[in-house]
Structures are given as C-alpha cells and as structure tokens.
C-alpha cells in the first residue's frame, strides 16, 4: 500500500540507512586506522606548522577521495530518490559539507580537514 502512494516502504528505508550506516561505520574505521600515527591527531599544532607547504600523506589523499565521492552520490541522488520531508536540510548539509570538503582541500588545510 505504501508503495502505490509513492512513499518508501519500511524494509527500503531500513537499506537504505543499513548500506548508510555500514559505510559511515567503515569508514570511520578507516579512518581512525590512517590518522592514528598522524602527528597533528595528537597534537594540533602540527596542523599549523609550515603551513601550506604540508605534502598530502596517501592515506589523507584516499580519505578526501572517499568522502567527497561519497557526499556527491549523495547529493546527487536525493534528486532521484523519494521525496522526504527533510530535503531542503539534507540539500544544505551535503552542499555545505562538499563546500567544506573542497574549500579544505584547495587551500591546503587537509590536515585540519581530516580531523573534522
């Protein structure tokens, strides 16, 4: 019956925050495992020092990657999936997280950025 009115039935919206949840559980994961031995983790001074001349460590390189793929498959099929009644706040969230992801890539504040 739900599915004739157009709305999500409860076993779609369970995927689909299943798949969610697993990814953002992984990646976490990952997460913690790359930025664990990263000096500026522990002490975020180091995220300053000879600022913006920091190399990108490989690890930081896939966890941009990651995420901003992430977030523009997301932003990208909110369009095509069922509407929700949050759409307008889940459109600002995504515009501004891949705002952020991008601005703190381009200026050089990956290490900022990777701890947020």
Request: net charge positive; with cysteine; aromatic share 24%.
């Amino acid at each position: 019956q739900t599915q004739l009115a157009g709305k999500p039935s409860p076993l779609s919206k369970f995927t689909e925050t299943g798949w969610r949840w697993i990814f953002y559980f992984t990646m976490h994961m990952v997460s913690v495992l790359a930025m664990w031995s990263k000096p500026w983790v522990w002490n975020t001074s180091y995220c300053w020092y000879n600022y913006p001349f920091h190399p990108v460590d490989p690890a930081v390189w896939w966890h941009y990657m990651w995420e901003l793929a992430f977030y523009w498959s997301l932003f990208i099929s909110q369009f095509f999936d069922a509407k929700r009644k949050d759409f307008l706040e889940m459109f600002i969230h995504h515009v501004a997280t891949l705002a952020l992801l991008i601005l703190s890539w381009t200026n050089h504040m990956h290490r900022m950025g990777s701890l947020v």
